[in-house]
């Protein structure tokens, strides 16, 4: 069997550091290792439009941004193909035919959905819950098995996405032809990565709440988002016993802080278990630790936005590596939904035409 990755983000707006720690950077890798035969990488526009139908010019003008981010962080159209999910023409059909595996409740009853529609207001009676939108883990069940990947890396937020599309590769392949290949989730090593949180310490790092620092953001902007990141509110003096739970500083220390950043940045200590201490016991200020965690990102973000400057200067080869990809994501998409058909009983070609006629004949 092939070793297929499949991956993408939603174009609603510029990525930011969390998904870069819990799914960009953890794609480079893949991509740079090789062990693998195809890396698709999904814009997913059609998605978007689910919760965004009435402003479909934000999906449509954070495409090429999106894509932008991509090439930004290293990922490289001769090692992954990128495309748009739109552009797919097989990406609706198989989803209709996979309507018919799964029951309404079993939708609803997906923990991703039901927080998806909590934060956005569906559940109000007044705005009801978009067709589109319950739809939403049917589709990506399509968009998975389309492109034949077993190797899914995402956030363990999307993991009852995964569940779902697992029970209906199970159930296609019992009830019709074994055609469909069973994905796994990849998840990151690291178990903070996983969720980011924002920097003002919500559980969740969101775009339209701004608690967000964007891999676009100069370094200017950087800094001031660092230097105002929520640390211990009772950690009044610097004298005073610092606490680490809750702490976001600390949090996003454990996510990118190295050893070898100490030897470049604090000399003063080993490691981050040392650094604990010291703030825990007291005698150490917040305003030292932001500046640490401050170098730490701007050494992680300063490749990534030169990198973005040149490309930035050449939006025609950035256009055509979409598309190109595209034209590829089209082309075998469409051979799996030949097998699809084929397995259900719906391709009507000359096979079907010679067992009509054996019928007639007998």
């Known amino acids: 069997m092939k070793n297929i990755i499949l991956t993408g983000d939603r174009p609603t707006g510029r990525l930011h550091i969390g998904h870069y720690v819990g799914s960009l950077k953890e794609r480079v890798r893949l991509q740079n290792e090789g062990n693998y035969d195809e890396m698709f990488i999904m814009i997913a526009d059609s998605q978007a439009l689910t919760d965004n139908f009435g402003t479909p010019k934000k999906v449509r003008n954070n495409v090429i941004e999106v894509l932008l981010d991509y090439l930004s962080v290293g990922l490289t159209p001769?090692?992954?193909t990128f495309f748009i999910q739109s552009g797919v023409n097989a990406l609706p059909e198989i989803t209709t035919y996979y309507m018919n595996l799964v029951t309404l409740p079993r939708l609803m009853r997906n923990p991703t959905v039901k927080n998806e529609i909590?934060?956005?207001?569906f559940d109000e009676e007044s705005k009801g819950i978009p067709v589109g939108f319950a739809n939403y883990?049917?589709?990506?069940a399509a968009d998975i098995t389309a492109f034949k990947a077993n190797i899914?890396?995402?956030?363990?937020?999307?993991?009852?996405?995964i569940e779902q599309t697992r029970e209906i590769v199970k159930s296609f392949n019992n009830l019709y032809k074994e055609v469909l290949i069973m994905p796994k989730a990849f998840l990151p090593n690291n178990e903070i990565c996983k969720r980011l949180p924002g920097t003002d310490g919500k559980e969740k790092m969101s775009k339209s709440i701004g608690n967000c620092i964007f891999l676009t953001d100069t370094k200017e902007e950087v800094y001031k988002k660092v230097m105002s990141m929520y640390?211990?509110?009772t950690h009044i003096r610097i004298e005073d016993k610092?606490?680490?739970e809750g702490n976001i500083v600390f949090t996003y220390l454990d996510a990118f802080c190295q050893n070898e950043h100490f030897k470049k940045y604090w000399p003063e200590y080993n490691n981050l278990d040392e650094l604990k201490k010291h703030y825990t016991t007291g005698g150490l200020g917040d305003s030292k630790i932001k500046k640490f965690l401050y170098e730490i990102l701007e050494e992680e973000l300063a490749p990534i936005r030169e990198r973005r400057k040149k490309y930035e200067k050449n939006l025609d080869e950035v256009y055509n590596i979409l598309m190109e990809g595209t034209n590829k994501a089209?082309?075998?998409?469409?051979?799996t939904l030949k097998d699809i058909k084929e397995a259900i009983g719906i391709d009507y070609n000359n096979k079907f035409l010679k067992e009509i006629k054996e019928k007639y004949e007998s």
């Open 242 to 244: 610092g606490h680490l």
């Open 137 to 140: 883990p049917i589709s990506q």
């Open 330 to 335: 089209n082309l075998f998409a469409n051979e």
């Open 118 to 121: 909590k934060m956005r207001g």
């Open 152 to 161: 899914i890396p995402v956030g363990d937020d999307q993991l009852p996405m």
């Open 231 to 233: 640390t211990d509110p």
């Open 78 to 80: 001769d090692k992954t």
